[in-house]
């Protein structure tokens, strides 16, 4: 039986979207790779352990979780004391205890490289411009 916080927590977001996936991973205790920082504010990835332990079960690499991650409106966090091979993200919708903010995280529309003669594209590596 499902207890009200998880059904509240399923009906505030979809659980196939990628915030949802990152919120079930970082709160997973199980899961050493990713974690909150003190504050419940900022998500620091150790990035080795991460691409060992995650990443082989969903993604391409780290390169493209990254994306993603921006794609959603994290930004890299510097940290004063930062740890060789860990990566810290913010973002201000993604905190702990607050899954009821994720509803706000939106992905951002990628924008279609637009060439100044018009649309383009590529085959085979070359740019091909369609002649007007």
């Known amino acids: 039986?499902?207890?009200?916080?998880?059904?509240?927590?399923?009906?505030?977001?979809?659980?196939?979207?990628?915030?949802?996936?990152?919120?079930?991973?970082?709160?997973?205790?199980?899961?050493?790779?990713?974690?909150?920082?003190?504050?419940?504010?900022?998500?620091?990835?150790?990035?080795?352990?991460?691409?060992?332990?995650?990443?082989?079960?969903?993604?391409?690499?780290?390169k493209s979780f990254h994306r993603q991650l921006n794609l959603y409106g994290f930004k890299t966090f510097r940290s004063k004391t930062v740890m060789a091979g860990y990566k810290y993200f913010q973002n201000p919708n993604f905190k702990i205890d607050h899954p009821e903010l994720l509803h706000k995280m939106t992905r951002k529309q990628v924008k279609n490289r637009v060439n100044a003669h018009g649309p383009c594209f590529t085959l085979g590596g070359e740019v091909i411009v369609p002649s007007t």
């Open 1 to 62: 039986m499902e207890s009200a916080a998880q059904w509240s927590f399923q009906a505030i977001i979809d659980a196939k979207k990628f915030p949802a996936k990152l919120w079930n991973l970082v709160n997973d205790p199980a899961n050493n790779a990713i974690f909150w920082d003190s504050r419940g504010e900022i998500v620091i990835i150790n990035q080795f352990l991460f691409e060992k332990e995650v990443l082989s079960k969903g993604y391409k690499n780290f």
